[in-house]
């Protein structure tokens, strides 16, 4: 969801800046040639068509709408782009401490790639669950699934998470250069 609030914001930037140039740009043109038509926006004929309309019209209605159900959306996207962060076990009563699932999966990460049999890790962590998949350097390592969950239990079990989250382990054989 983060993803998608960056992609929304960097269009609204891109979007007000084009809308800025066309300002510069149009405005610059009214100055130097005042008398003559508009550049590339056409800004009179809208501004005349602005002043024919009435707060009842159909087109500011559907202006409106469409502008409060985009402001909607935008706040939605935003209040559900919040951090992930998984609680922590606490010391005591006054005290709440939590951490990332991101440093939770680089954690993990270290720790798998240190082992033995292993080219490549990938790591999701939330707060049910820790999904990793394991690409090993061997093809046809059967032992490799089970000692990596093992690993992976043990690792979690020793952070000080309150909840512990399920694990799930998927390995794959080398990846085959192309």
């Given at each position: 969801m983060r993803l998608l609030v960056r992609l929304l914001a960097t269009l609204v930037g891109l979007g007000l800046a084009v809308a800025g140039v066309l300002l510069v740009v149009e405005v610059s043109w009214s100055w130097l040639r005042p008398g003559s038509a508009p550049l590339l926006v056409p800004w009179r004929t809208w501004l005349e068509h602005g002043t024919r309309l009435d707060w009842a019209d159909r087109e500011v209605l559907a202006g409106s709408l469409l502008t409060i159900t985009a402001g909607l959306l935008l706040c939605t996207a935003a209040s559900a782009a919040r951090r992930r962060e998984l609680p922590l076990a606490d010391l005591c009563p006054e005290v709440s401490v939590t951490t990332s699932s991101r440093s939770v999966a680089r954690l993990i990460v270290h720790?798998?790639?240190a082992e033995g049999d292993v080219a490549d890790v990938a790591v999701h962590a939330d707060r049910r669950r820790i999904r990793v998949r394991v690409v090993g350097s061997r093809p046809g390592s059967?032992?490799?699934?089970?000692?990596?969950?093992?690993?992976?239990?043990?690792?979690?079990?020793?952070l000080p998470l309150r909840e512990q989250p399920r694990i799930a382990v998927d390995v794959r054989g080398e990846r085959q250069p192309r």
């Open positions: 720790r798998l790639r059967r032992e490799l699934r089970p000692r990596l969950l093992d690993v992976t239990r043990k690792l979690v079990a020793d």
